[in-house]
T-cell receptor, first 114, second 116 residues
Framework: AQSVTQLGSHVSVSEGALVLLRCNYS??????LFWYVQYPNQGLQLLLK??????LVKGINGFEAEFKKSETSFHLTKPSAHMSDAAEYFC????????????FGKGTLLTVNP | DSGVTQTPKHLITATGQRVTLRCSPR?????VYWYQQSLDQGLQFLIQ???????AKGNILERFSAQQFPDLHSELNLSSLELGDSALYFC???????????????FGPGTRLTVL
């Protein structure tokens, strides 16, 4: 079975500060990992995905994430927060093979203060 | 715009009723997934269809059912509705190439169901 744990249901940063959203996964098979963002009253949009090609993954809007197998982590970072980054962020894992369903973490709400 | 459409956007109904949620996947995508998002359960996978066939089931109640039609659109049927079924229901689609677990799923805007 696969699972995802997102540490911190709410993270608050100042505009221009580093954003760090934490995600740890559990998977019995090599995982495919994703970060999605959800703006208020909208669907989920893919930020980036890890597919085993490179451990450091760059996504949209200046976000990136690093896959660390030894720590079973896939933390999301952005060097400088912008007001428009305020949203809920979800980490998800997919098992590969014939199992493509996404298992999501509980989400982290990011607040950006002026 | 992800290319996935869902109707209706909002649905308000009473306990005991039955509703149907509709999803049209992106052009060319064969796979449709349904997810439920609620405050207490978070985002949970319900069911997946691939080219008209049920592929995988998650935490889907027996009162819920789904199908995918020949034109690849999908419907999620929820019956004997209870207050606890109030949630946001998302449909996602992917092209799903065989053996590629990193198939990106594109999400629709969701249907917000309120059961009174």
């Amino acid at each position: 079975a696969q699972s995802v744990t997102q540490l911190g249901s709410h993270v608050s940063v100042s505009e221009g500060a580093l954003v760090l959203l934490r995600c740890n996964y559990s998977s019995s098979v090599p995982p495919y990992l994703f970060w999605y963002v959800q703006y208020p009253n909208q669907g989920l949009q893919l930020l980036l995905k890890y597919t085993s090609a490179a451990t450091l993954v760059k996504g949209i809007n200046g976000f990136e994430a690093e896959f660390k197998k030894s720590e079973t982590s896939f933390h999301l970072t952005k060097p400088s927060a912008h007001m428009s980054d305020a949203a809920e962020y979800f980490c998800a894992v997919s098992g590969g093979g014939s199992n493509y369903k996404l298992t999501f973490g509980k989400g982290t709400l990011l607040t950006v203060n002026p | 715009d992800s290319g996935v459409t869902q109707t209706p956007k909002h649905l308000i109904t009473a306990t005991g009723q039955r509703v149907t949620l509709r999803c049209s996947p992106r052009s060319g995508d064969l796979s449709v997934y349904w997810y439920q998002q609620s405050l207490d359960q978070g985002l949970q996978f319900l069911i997946q269809y691939y080219n008209g066939e049920e592929r995988a089931k998650g935490n889907i109640l027996e009162r819920f059912s789904a199908q995918q039609f020949p034109d690849l659109h999908s419907e999620l049927n929820l019956s004997s509705l209870e207050l606890g079924d109030s949630a946001l229901y998302f449909c996602a689609s992917s092209v799903e190439l065989a053996g590629w677990g990193d198939n990106e799923q594109f999400f629709g805007p969701g249907t917000r169901l309120t059961v009174l």
